[in-house]
């Protein structure tokens, strides 16, 4: 297992949203027919944070529990706006910019292209610290197009938040302390992994798959197909 150094009250939170992932089906475990996720990696588990948005008890409880993770972890009062990463964080950024009383922003992966050839939509004034929202994060490395937009638009930007960090492929410790930026989550795989085994969502061959997976991430993405 990976190092925990989370607080109590953060594993518990990342039990809740893994349970709730779960409970709504965002969650699919394939070990014999493994995901090729966007970074590259094989994965023997994907998850769908994008599928939450359909289902409100859940979407809400994940917000405040993100919420309540941020006041814990960084000054709150200090930011001046949240901004979501095109596209699955923009509904994430919409949520949590609401939940925390903050105006909102969307970044897209490059500027549209014609009117005002905007890449950051929304009022950002110089020197504004922001927020960075996105669903999830496999080795950080997608996260970097956004930091460097707002960056160049002379934002501070020194955290990110997501629902769901994978916790197994490596690199995006090291990408976002080069990026000079906080990475928080509400759960990983191991507390899904942890939440499915409890409540048997899954068949004892397909949880052993993961274990399995998340035992040598990098040796099970090169025997299936991954980098």
Known sequence: MVNDDRSP?????GAATAKM???IKAVNFRP???YILTAGWASPVYIDCRWVISFLEERRKIIELGADLLRGSIDVDALDLVAGGETAGIPYGAWLSEALDKPMLYIRKKPKGFGRNAQIEGEMPEGSHVLLVEDL?????SKIMFIDALRAGDATVTDIFVVFYYSAFPGAEETMAKAGVN???LANWWDVLEQAEAGSYFSEEDIQGVKDFLADPLGWSAANGGK
Not at 9 to 13: D, L, R, S, Y
Not at 137 to 141: K, L, Q, R, V
Request: proline share 5%.
């Open 9 to 13: 009250e953060q594993k518990a939170a």
């Open 21 to 23: 992932l779960l409970d």
């Open 32 to 34: 014999k027919e493994p």
């Open 137 to 141: 994060a496999t080795d950080g490395g």
């Open 183 to 185: 990475l928080h989550f």
